[in-house]
């Protein structure tokens, strides 16, 4: 009997030790799991570096070293091609349709969280469905009115090809309805009773709205303002349908990207490099406005 | 001198200003609670409208008339490229058939609907399974949050571009993977059923790390009594996670999957940073295709199929999951 309890192998006796110390086992899997979702997550960027570092007359097979060391790649792709303006561009895209946004959303999910009206159901749900349709379905529509294709009354719309507000502008009717969303359900939680206090000393719905329920749901802001601008910003459809390319007409990342592939051989390396500078505003957003994220989906965004 | 004389108006036209102003004021406050709220939602609804409403109901009147090769419009037609494109007989401006079937519209839906389905299966199991561990106390889970975070912040040509260069034969290491694998083409971007496969890992890249942040944050949501309570009556920590964890964080999930839904039943983005929308056709490429090639009706119509086919995947999910 003895002898066979000896004979177990390993893994029999790591199984017995494990059903004795389950907390132990669930230990191990967490960081094993831990682990792993770390390299999935971070490999297909340390790669891009990869290929950043490889000299251009190296960049064959590359597995998951750098041949060669050329970080002076990260200055040539601002010699070759004007990339600071094209990441500026697209920041300036963002911020403005962001703060467009939340103004806007602001206005819509104060009156769909605090106030009773008639067709408050309907006009809410029509506001949400609208981002249940593919950009597609918007591009020839939009198209046309944004370069002045269609007039109302006799005015024609203005051509806002080659510019911001170009691309600004339908991004505003694609990225509110999320933020309405969000800020509908934030603004709704605020008690009554704070903002009757701010209207009894006199203030009017729109000064409580701005100076007392919008600073009380912070998070919520916050987290709509950050996935807007994450939004608008990796924008793709109508980035490429509303501009040519030109960087002095506004061009956004998407194009500064292409600008590496319009050479006889594309540069691999510097269009790894350029992708990687144009996520750093991205990355740094990101690690400073998570907690505010997580926190904002928790004591709103889901609850509705 | 200029500058005086710009700041202090003359006294009289003060005083119009702030007339007008007190009436707007006084005009404002007396509006009844719905009127007041129109008002305030005039913003929105300008640009909803404009931006989103008419353009859907102007996709629909276009996809009404026939292709025209001057304007927009062509003859009316009713519904007859509903018809012709549902049935396959307009193949010109549309893509190669995938898998190769007849019908350039079977191949889109296939795609789409492949591609949905698999990738936010593993989304949701990935996504799950980071949050799960994103909600443990662990020093450095800030940084950590962060990197899981990250991929879903990148910008889509980018996410395309590095995996067009990771499965680019002779550049990245992953076609010599292909290689090894079966009934998997070493060109793995231009076969379609492969690079299916290349752009559905490259949105599970990206996306479960979004199921990840909205299941986190219904995770958090959880009352932590609720696990006292449970250790107390003597529950494992598996009998922890299937009848307290899981119950309650199912609506969170449900709502990630929902976005997943949307967002990949849309997908074009991708498909071109990745392959090109001719080797992968979804519905939002041959939309754009179309549109491309000039043929405005077929992208109006193929756009208002696939807008319906959403409509309908989302209301059979709000009905069944949560009453609105």
Redesign the interface.
Known sequence: MSQAKSDDGLVAKWANYSMRN??LV?RYL?YI??AA??L???F??Y??FV?ALTSPDN??????LPRGFNIGVFIDIFQTTPFHWYVLNSLIIASVTTALVL???S??G??FGR????F?RP?M???L??????????????F??LTGNISVFGISSPDLFNTHIGIV??L???T??LA?FILTTFYGQIPDGLEDAARIEGT???GALFRVIMPLSAPGVATAGVLTF?TV??E??FSFLMNDGEVSNGAP??WG?LRFQERFQVN?GE??AA?LV??IP??I???FA??R???G???G???E | MSQDTAVTKPASERGRIKGVHQAV?KW??NLS??Y???L??L???I??G???????I??FE?SLHSNSLVG?YGDFVGFENYVNILTGERDAVLPNPFFSLQNPLQSGLIVTFVFTFVSVVVEAF?GF??A??LD?KFRGR?W????????W??????QG???Y??FTP????AT?LTEWLPHLSRNALSDGPTALLVVIIADI?KQ??FVA??V???L??IDRSLYSVAEVAGA???QQFKLVTFPLVV??LL?ALLFRT?GA??I??QI??VTSCAVVPS??CM??RS?DGGA?AD??TI??I??SI??TV?SIYLIKYRE?
Do not use: C, H
């Not at chain 1, 469905?129 to 939009?142: C, D, E, K, R, T």
């Open positions: 389950p907390k669930y967490f799991s831990l979702f770390l999935i997550s971070l297909p960027i790669w891009l290929i960049m064959s097979n590359i597995w998951f103004l806007f959303a206005l819509a104060y009156v106030m009773e009206f008639r408050r006009l749900l029509a506001v469905a609208i981002s249940y349709f593919p950009a597609a379905a918007y591009l020839l529509p939009l046309r009115l502008i339908p505003l009717g694609i509110m309805p309405i009017t719905r729109l994450i910003y990796n793709f459809f990342l998407v990207m691999y269009m790894a992708s144009a996520t991205i990355v957003l990101v690690i998570q907690e994220i997580v926190s989906l928790t004591s965004a889901l609850k | 004021v404002i406050a609670d719905t007041y709220a129109y305030l939602l913003p929105t609804l640009t909803v404009a931006l989103a409403v008419w353009p859907l102007n996709t276009i927009f990935l399974g980071m799960l561990v443990q800030r950590i949050r962060a990197a899981f975070i990250i991929p912040a990148f910008p889509i040509v980018i571009m590095i995996f260069i990771m002779g550049l990245g290491f010599e890249w479960s790390a942040l909205i986190l944050a219904g958090q949501s494992t920590p598996w609506p969170s709502i949307i039943m849309r074009y983005g071109e940073a519905l939002s939309v754009v549109f405005y992208a109006a756009a208002f696939t807008a959403i409509g989302v609105v």
